[in-house]
């Protein structure tokens, strides 16, 4: 065993001897494998960074929820939309039965949404969106607070005018001072500053952000606002599932079981509602990128196939080279698979050198500006980047280096 890695220890410095005694043609040899690897994990790079801001971007619609809602998100051109538009509205009563009865959901909320000019003082903030929510909301969305406090039950429950507001809205109120305990006005009624929400910053798909949101408690949003068909505001009702809950089949599942009972549904009428989930609109956007994913490894094959021929063709030339060397070896002792190895971790680390070069160009392009997409080299991708070049490495080298080490040691001496 000693022997055996003294052997391999030793094929490796022969390797890397060979390797950097024609500098000039290693390196030409690599540039194969270096744009190939950085085309395969330079695409699968920006996808997986698209997928990843895509779905920070979506954070707001939070993480494990179902959406009760009029309309569903997958709603296609052909479907019969004059159904959709017949459905009834959810509403307060439907949302206090679910959240009393379900058992498969760790919280449950309702909220709706609109729009409003925000005043304090001599300052206004237009086109800012107002959220009338349960007490129940902080643990289905993603809320966090930067400082104050969020609301209390009682606060909620009787529909106090008590508000938060997002960093966006703070700092353009409150120039140098603090929001808390301030008050402002929402359609002319005054709400008084609880809290103000963390700063969430600009996202990839423009999505809404906590940043320009104000929450009021829903039933001080139902006093100045009017929820229904005619003024187009539609509630919705928000369900937090469990962990062990694996895609959310049992909340689901009991929650549409328990709203047609409440509707007063007959087994054979379709749901009057839709069941809506954040990552319909996410896999929606990363169906696409699966496309570009799949052309990235085309044309990154077709680079490293050539850069393939070429490590290959340098090591049949390195072999022919050194047919006297390796006549020489074998004269004094040396195995066949001693040579098999030299020449195989020469191609080896030929086609290594190469992906180390492309994964350091992908890394170079992730400090490149790019708004707010934010590349990130994943060690995922950089152990695919590795792999795939080893393979090509070993690939590419096997036969030149069988063929060297076969070779008779008289013959080979002679030549």
Do not use: C
């Not at 024609?22 to 085309?39: D, E, M, Y």
């Not at 698209?50 to 479907?79: R, T």
């Not at 195995?335 to 680390?349: G, P, S």
């Amino acid at each position: 065993m000693v022997l055996f890695v003294r052997l391999l220890g030793e094929s490796f410095l022969f390797a890397l001897q060979a390797l950097r005694s024609n500098i000039l043609r290693t390196i030409l040899s690599l540039l194969g494998v270096t744009i190939g690897i950085f085309a395969i994990i330079g695409v699968f790079t920006v996808v997986d960074s698209l997928e990843k801001s895509i779905k920070e971007s979506l954070a707001f619609l939070g993480d494990k929820v179902i959406y009760i809602e009029k309309w569903p998100y997958d709603f296609k051109p052909g479907d019969p939309w004059w159904d959709y538009l017949k459905r009834p509205y959810v509403n307060y009563s439907e949302y206090r039965r679910l959240n009393a009865n379900l058992q498969n959901a760790s919280a449950v909320s309702i909220f709706a949404i609109s729009g409003a000019v925000m005043k304090y003082k001599n300052n206004s903030l237009d086109d800012k969106t107002v959220l009338g929510v349960s007490y129940e909301h902080n643990l289905v969305s993603d809320m966090r607070l930067e400082e104050g406090r969020y609301f209390t039950e009682f606060e909620v429950e009787n529909g106090r005018n008590v508000v938060l507001i997002g960093s966006n809205v703070a700092e353009g109120l409150f120039v140098n001072t603090s929001a808390l305990g301030k008050e402002i006005k929402i359609k002319g009624r005054k709400f008084v500053v609880l809290g103000v929400l963390e700063k969430q910053g600009e996202n990839l798909l423009d999505a809404p952000s906590n940043d320009d949101n104000v929450y009021i408690p829903f039933r001080a949003f139902t006093g100045i606002y009017q929820l229904g068909r005619k003024m187009g505001i539609q509630p919705r009702i928000a369900m937090k599932g469990y962990e062990e809950d694996v895609g959310l089949i049992q909340l689901e599942s009991e929650a549409r079981g328990m709203l047609r009972s409440i509707r007063g549904q007959k087994p054979k009428d379709k749901d009057s509602f839709a069941m809506n989930r954040p990552e319909m609109l996410a896999n929606m956007v990363t169906a696409v990128f699966d496309v570009v994913g799949v052309g990235g490894w085309i044309i990154g094959s077709f680079s490293i196939l050539v850069g393939g021929f070429g490590i290959a063709n340098i090591m049949f030339v390195s072999v022919k080279e050194r047919t006297s060397l390796i006549g020489i070896q074998k004269s004094l002792g040396a195995k066949n698979f001693f040579i098999l190895f030299e020449f195989l971790f020469e191609a080896l680390f030929l086609s290594l050198i190469g992906g180390i070069a492309g994964l350091i160009l992908v890394y170079a392009i992730t400090y490149l500006p790019t708004g707010a997409l934010g590349l990130s080299l994943s060690f995922k991708n950089v152990v695919l980047g590795l792999g795939v070049s080893s393979v090509v490495g070993v690939l590419s080298g096997i036969v030149p280096a069988a063929l060297a080490a076969r070779l008779d040691p008289v013959i080979a001496i002679r030549s």
